[in-house]
């Protein structure tokens, strides 16, 4: 199979191509084309022709293009799950879960197109301002280049066309090497929904050229951008005056306050830390227990990992399959026998066969280790213990990252206490730090980013509030 690009509704020869391989067995599947600079270029200058077409179509036309959009998906569901479970090593129940997510989204983004709206002004609130009936609209912001990465690679793909195109943008996509199969899908659906040549556009290559070339060109007004905060943080420093949204990573943290019923809830807080091998922005990564419950809570936690079961992400009872790369693996290992080293108890796992890392448990670990100050973004979680509540807050707060956080208690003012003074982008009482539906307004604090997702408020982040004026007298 060979993916040409998608640039101006038509698919597009390039010079050269690239082989993309199944993570879990290294299988081909697809020559991937690598966009040269003109490509990129062609793909703006569509995008940039489009914008006029988008900006006067009414909003009932862009709400049924999005709607179709999540009619395929319902009908190709089988399809497009086997595609991300292909491209990405992730099981197919995941994959099926990503791809009920994605018609969601495209459902939200339908509807949000038809509530796009501003709000009257009270100019007469201020001397002088008297006379004038004033209101505000939301208007597109033109061309938006999305730049997506692999984890979820076509709802993460849909948090970003969905609210561009409800919105009237138009798009330059470049989404994840390893994940282009999906986002190519994608631009098939959009495109036999009916949207206009060139307000969707795929270009698939090095993400660092074609960032490049995205962030130098003066037809883009809007980077939104979902991946690794390096790479966040080189956008966000070279992309001069343009609007630039980042969702980033995350060490995401759990607490289990004492006197917490534990059996109902750890089949969820174990697909919390391991659902996609750990793969996951809010994946759970550090677990704070309090001292009471500790011994407890590893055993229960242990006993439930053991019932995973790792294998080929297209078997239907695989919880747990290859990692993305072969160099994750050994990377993970790495942080993994350094923790070690340094003092902390491995209860389970620190191992791997071929792609597949063993999920792993680590007790007691110091805070300045990798796997608990960075993002390990691998089957990786580590359980230490805390006495007090100001204990357990402080310990969440300290990391550079500030995605979600989550805490089960029974005590209203300490669910109350940790809702105030958690440093992140969002706080789940009596749930894990991993729970998002795709409608509630995501994203991050410190080096997890910044600006927020959920459709209603990328569509805020994608329009240009303008105010108008009337002098009456
Ligand atoms: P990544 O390596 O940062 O890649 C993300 C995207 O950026 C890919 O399309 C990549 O292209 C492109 N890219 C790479 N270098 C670039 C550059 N210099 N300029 C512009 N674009 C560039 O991230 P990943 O490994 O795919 O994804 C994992 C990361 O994403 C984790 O940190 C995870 O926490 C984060 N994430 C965050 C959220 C959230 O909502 N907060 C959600 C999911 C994932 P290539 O693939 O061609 O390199």
């Not at 692999?150 to 994940?179: D, R």
């Not at 100050?373 to 509540?389: D, G, K, S």
């Not at 979600?404 to 009482?429: P, R, S, Y």
């Amino acid at each position: 199979m060979k993916k040409t690009l998608w640039i101006g509704g038509e698919l597009r020869e390039t010079a050269s191509y690239s082989e993309l391989k199944n993570p879990f067995n290294l299988e081909f599947l697809a020559d991937i084309a690598i966009a040269d600079h003109q490509d990129v270029l062609s793909a703006v200058e569509s995008a940039q022709k489009a914008v006029t077409e988008m900006a006067e179509m009414p909003a009932f036309q862009r709400s049924e293009i999005l709607e179709k959009v999540a009619g395929f998906l319902k009908e190709d569901r089988e399809e497009c799950a086997r595609i991300i479970a292909k491209e990405a090593a992730k099981p197919l129940k995941a994959a099926l879960a990503e791809v009920d997510r994605t018609i969601m989204t495209y459902t939200f983004a339908g509807h949000e197109a038809r509530r796009i709206h501003g709000e009257t002004v009270p100019m007469d609130a201020a001397p002088g301002g008297q006379g004038r009936l004033a209101f505000t609209v939301r208007e597109p912001l033109g061309v938006i280049a999305a730049i997506t990465p692999f984890n979820f690679p076509m709802n993460l793909v849909a948090h970003k066309v969905g609210p561009a195109i409800a919105a009237g943008n138009t798009v330059v996509l470049k989404p994840a090497s390893q994940t282009p199969l999906s986002a190519y899908k994608i631009a098939e659906y959009f495109h036999k929904a009916g949207l206009p040549a060139g307000a969707l556009n795929v270009v698939t290559g090095s993400g660092s050229k074609i960032g490049d070339i995205l962030m130098k060109d003066e037809r883009i007004k809007m980077i939104t951008f979902t991946g690794s905060p390096e790479v966040g943080k080189y956008i966000r420093e070279n992309s001069g005056l343009k609007r630039v949204t980042l969702e980033l990573g995350s060490n995401s943290a759990l607490i289990i306050d004492d006197h917490v019923s534990l059996t109902e809830i750890m089949p969820r807080i174990v697909s919390g830390a391991f659902a996609y091998q750990g793969q996951v922005c809010i994946s759970i990564q550090r677990i704070f227990v309090h001292e009471n419950l500790f011994e407890t809570f590893v055993e229960q936690f242990i006993s439930e990992t053991q019932k995973l079961k790792a294998g080929d992400p297209l078997n239907e009872d695989t919880d747990i399959s290859a990692m993305i790369t072969r160099g994750d693996v050994q990377r993970t290992k790495q942080w993994v026998d350094e923790a070690v080293r340094n003092g902390s108890g491995l209860m389970l796992g620190g191992n791997y066969e071929e792609g597949i890392f063993a999920p792993t448990v680590l007790v007691d670990v110091p805070l300045s280790e990798k796997v608990s100050c960075e993002e390990v973004f691998a089957p990786v979680v580590h359980i230490n213990r805390f006495r007090t509540m100001k204990e357990a807050i402080e310990l969440v707060n300290d990391s550079k990252y500030g995605l979600q956080a989550g805490i089960f208690t029974n005590d209203i003012h300490k669910a109350l206490e940790a809702a105030k003074k958690l440093h992140v982008g969002g706080v789940m009482i009596n749930e894990i730090p991993t729970f998002r539906v795709d409608q509630m307004p995501y994203g991050g604090v410190k080096m997890s980013g910044m600006g927020r997702e959920g459709i209603k408020y990328a569509v805020e982040e994608m329009t240009e509030l303008k105010l108008i004026s009337f002098k009456m007298d």
